[in-house]
T-cell receptor
Framework: GAVVSQHPSWVICKSGTSVKIECRSLDFQATTMFWYRQFPKQSLMLMATSNEGSKATYEQGVEKDKFLINHASLTLSTLTVTSAHPEDSSFYIC?????????????FGPGTRLTVL | KQEVTQIPAALSVPEGENLVLNCSFTDSAIYNLQWFRQDPGKGLTSLLLIQSSQREQTSGRLNASLDKSSGRSTLYIAASQPGDSATYLCAVSSGGGADGLTFGKGTHLIIQP
């Protein structure tokens, strides 16, 4: 079964609104989670690293004030797209390395399809 | 900065053929390399993971090899089936669980019945 979940699986919103996406590790704790973005026919691009109890670290070119990340517990990280615009429409996927077992494998969530009208 | 390239970008073959997908990366200092499958509009399914100290991994009809020094990996699919149709992504990790992955753009594979 899935070890990382995301909610919602898809969302449609109007331009200017904010959208929150949740990423949960279901049966393990994750002090670190990763957020990726995938545009149509493109590959996944790492956006940011979510760190439990501390600030997220963002990849170059990703606006931290636009993509707010909160990792308030060891099983939940949230990504909030603030003042979303059509160019933010994309597929957002999170991942988490499993603590307590080999940290080699990243477990990915099923993704969230965001469409901004 | 690590860059991952996958060739070919797309491939269409008749059912039953054996095929090879290629992946190359620019920085050989990797922790591991993973191959994923992605179906249209879906998330990722991990297929094989190769540690930097390993040369290959096998799972069923899939075999992945790694030549770290030359910055290359191949995914071999034996006796292809229509259900194998998907996009195959190669991704490298430079820091284990502490770092995110760098992905290639993928190979879009179609297996013709």
């Amino acid at each position: 079964g899935a070890v990382v979940s995301q909610h919602p699986s898809w969302v449609i919103c109007k331009s200017g609104t904010s959208v929150k996406i949740e990423c949960r590790s279901l049966d393990f704790q994750a002090t670190t989670m990763f957020w990726y973005r995938q545009f149509p026919k493109q590959s996944l691009m790492l956006m940011a690293t979510s760190n439990e109890g501390s600030k997220a670290t963002y990849e170059q070119g990703v606006e931290k004030d636009k993509f707010l990340i909160n990792h308030a517990s060891l099983t939940l990280s949230t990504l909030t797209v603030t003042s979303a615009h059509p160019e933010d429409s994309s597929f957002y996927i999170c991942s988490a390395p499993r603590v307590g077992k080999s940290t080699d494998t990243q477990y990915f969530g099923p993704g969230t399809r965001l469409t901004v009208l | 900065k690590q860059e991952v390239t996958q060739i070919p970008a797309a491939l269409s073959v008749p059912e039953g053929e054996n095929l090879v997908l290629n992946c190359s990366f620019t920085d050989s200092a990797i922790y591991n390399l993973q191959w994923f499958r992605q179906d249209p509009g879906k998330g990722l399914t991990s297929l094989l993971l190769i540690q930097s100290s390993q040369r290959e991994q096998t799972s069923g009809r899939l075999n992945a090899s790694l030549d770290k020094s030359s910055g290359r990996s191949t995914l071999y699919i034996a006796a292809s089936q229509p259900g194998d149709s998907a996009t195959y992504l190669c991704a490298v990790s430079s820091g284990g669980g502490a770092d995110g992955l760098t992905f290639g753009k993928g190979t879009h594979l179609i297996i013709q019945p």
